[in-house]
């Protein structure tokens, strides 16, 4: 077996389930999340360790989600995590989620680079022992979208003050999180009559507590059932991203 790939067994316990009882979209990203921090720990390249050997840390910055199925609380899947290429400066990672029979729940792709403490300025993966070879074949290796900037107070849907719980070890607003806020432009009603497909995200800004971020929402012009959402601090984008939904 590759040493580049993480495999891990999950139980979908109550705490990845949404009022459907069944896997969560949000809490699809925080499976994901989970699993890259460990398989990066596998090989000696989590964040833990470059802070202490390099004073740097990780950065993602794009996650395209691909949906399959959704296993229901207390089932099992087992969550495969590798990284696919290394670019120099930016590498990309997959996660494939399947059920307890093999179906497939989800492919993932991820977008991600290291940045130094001192100076937030890109540090060269080479320089942070970050494999250079070896890569698996990817499972989703999609490029990902350009998304609409031109959101206007037309499509303001709510606002959201940033508090402690949204925060991470970064002291900056969970990745997570975002994407809490960017599916709460729909009602539960529609969410549980409706399944999504897919959904890309980037994370184009940071944010912090006591900051007031702007929640925007268009629908595609050209394909049914796409939404854009649009996250704003002040006059920035922090976050931007689109969601699938049959």
């Given at each position: 077996?590759?040493?580049?790939?993480?495999?891990?067994?999950?139980?979908?316990s109550?705490?990845?389930?949404?009022?459907?009882?069944?896997l969560?979209?949000?809490?699809?990203t925080?499976?994901?999340?989970?699993?890259v921090?460990?398989?990066?720990?596998?090989?000696?390249?989590?964040?833990?360790?470059?802070?202490?050997?390099?004073?740097?840390?990780?950065?993602?910055?794009?996650?395209k989600?691909?949906f399959?199925?959704?296993?229901?609380?207390?089932?099992?899947?087992?969550v495969?995590?590798?990284?696919?290429n290394?670019?120099?400066?930016?590498?990309?990672?997959?996660?494939?989620?399947?059920?307890?029979?093999?179906?497939?729940v989800?492919?993932?792709?991820?977008?991600?680079?290291?940045?130094?403490?001192?100076?937030?300025?890109?540090?060269?993966?080479?320089?942070?022992?970050?494999?250079?070879?070896?890569?698996?074949?990817?499972?989703?290796?999609?490029?990902?979208e350009r998304f609409?900037?031109?959101?206007?107070?037309?499509?303001?849907?709510?606002?959201?003050?940033?508090?402690?719980?949204?925060?991470?070890?970064s002291?900056?607003?969970?990745n997570?999180?975002?994407?809490r806020?960017?599916?709460?432009?729909?009602?539960?009603?529609y969410?549980?009559?409706?399944?999504?497909?897919?959904?890309e995200?980037?994370?184009?800004?940071?944010?912090?507590?006591?900051?007031?971020?702007?929640i925007?929402?268009?629908?595609?012009?050209?394909?049914?059932?796409?939404?854009?959402?649009h996250?704003?601090?002040?006059?920035r984008?922090?976050?931007?991203?689109?969601?699938?939904?049959?």
């Amino acid at each position: 077996m590759n040493n580049l790939v993480y495999e891990n067994k999950k139980e979908i316990s109550s705490a990845f389930i949404d009022s459907s009882v069944r896997l969560g979209t949000a809490q699809a990203t925080v499976l994901v999340q989970d699993n890259v921090t460990e398989c990066f720990g596998s090989f000696g390249c989590d964040g833990v360790t470059y802070k202490k050997k390099y004073n740097a840390f990780w950065v993602f910055s794009k996650a395209k989600f691909q949906f399959f199925s959704r296993p229901a609380w207390n089932e099992f899947v087992t969550v495969k995590t590798f990284p696919i290429n290394n670019s120099g400066i930016r590498t990309n990672i997959n996660t494939q989620i399947v059920d307890s029979k093999g179906a497939l729940v989800a492919n993932v792709k991820q977008e991600a680079c290291v940045l130094s403490f001192e100076n937030h300025r890109p540090v060269k993966l080479s320089n942070v022992g970050f494999p250079a070879e070896g890569f698996p074949a990817p499972v989703l290796d999609e490029p990902f979208e350009r998304f609409p900037s031109d959101f206007t107070e037309d499509d303001f849907v709510y606002e959201q003050v940033i508090r402690y719980c949204h925060i991470d070890m970064s002291h900056h607003m969970n990745n997570c999180e975002y994407v809490r806020l960017a599916l709460s432009v729909f009602s539960e009603e529609y969410l549980l009559a409706h399944e999504l497909t897919q959904m890309e995200v980037h994370y184009t800004g940071e944010s912090k507590e006591g900051q007031t971020l702007r929640i925007y929402r268009r629908e595609s012009a050209d394909t049914p059932g796409k939404t854009y959402v649009h996250i704003k601090e002040g006059e920035r984008c922090v976050f931007e991203c689109c969601f699938l939904i049959k």
